[in-house]
């Protein structure tokens, strides 16, 4: 199966570009899933690639989030049945833990837009670089939660009080306050992200790649993320869709219009 929504390069002292290209936002579809946990698997075997970069061929926006059209057909094709709201989370935690336990160095180059599983995905990496955009776990704004491993990967990351602000406010940081609360490690001018992220790469391809693969994995041993919060959360989720508000955040998104809860 060739790609269709992200192309892999192979570029110097063995760091691959995971470069996302499924217009017009990123948005995480299902054929996205499948070629990102295709790509997982492709540059976990290759032991020409040290590196991994995860970024955006769009100027604007590094990943939208899940894709909302799907989301709204598959909640009226799941209604009722919570289980397979459940999976469809579970299934996007799965894909995104892949980049999390792949045993080599993994960055995040966020150009733009981090929102919702898009911050997400960068969570689940090991570096996050920011050259623009906005971050956050935006999900309640749309009445929905992060369901693809945001509610556990921000909470350790920032602690309980800031991750609970972050998600019930569903706040969209700029780079310098993502930067201030340890959500990302470095911010570049726009135009210098992909330079200052390629030489960051290169810096760590040079080092014991598979020693901080190892590492990698004792780090996420520590990190202690428990297996029932990934299925809380995933149940959590899909608990969403009988509350009735994705019914009216979805909708407001579509309109661009403000979504009121308050009625
Ligand atoms: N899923 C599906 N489509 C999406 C999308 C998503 N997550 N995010 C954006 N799009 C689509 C829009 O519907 C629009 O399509 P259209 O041209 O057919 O109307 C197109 O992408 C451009 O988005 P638009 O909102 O018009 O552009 P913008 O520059 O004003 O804003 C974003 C860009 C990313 C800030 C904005 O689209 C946004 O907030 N998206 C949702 C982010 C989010 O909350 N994600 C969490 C999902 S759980």
Redesign the pocket.
Known sequence: MPYETLRIERRNKGVAWVMIDNP??N?ISERLMEELEKAADELEADRGVRVVVIASAHP??FL??????D?IQRGTQFAGNEAGIAEQSARMQRCFDRFATMPKPVIAAING?A????CELALACDFRIMGGGKIGL??V??G?IPGAGGTQRLTRLVGRAKATELIFLARRLEPQEALELGLIHRITPPERLEEEAAAFAEQLSEGAVRAMGLAKRAIYAAEGLPEDGFGIEAASFAATFKTGEPAIGLAA??Q?KQPQFLR
Do not use: R
């Not at 939208?64 to 059209?69: F, M």
């Open positions: 017009p936002a948005a604007k926006t939208a989030g899940a894709d909302l059209k989301m837009y929102l919702g599983g898009g935006t999900e704004s749309l929905l998104f579509f661009k």
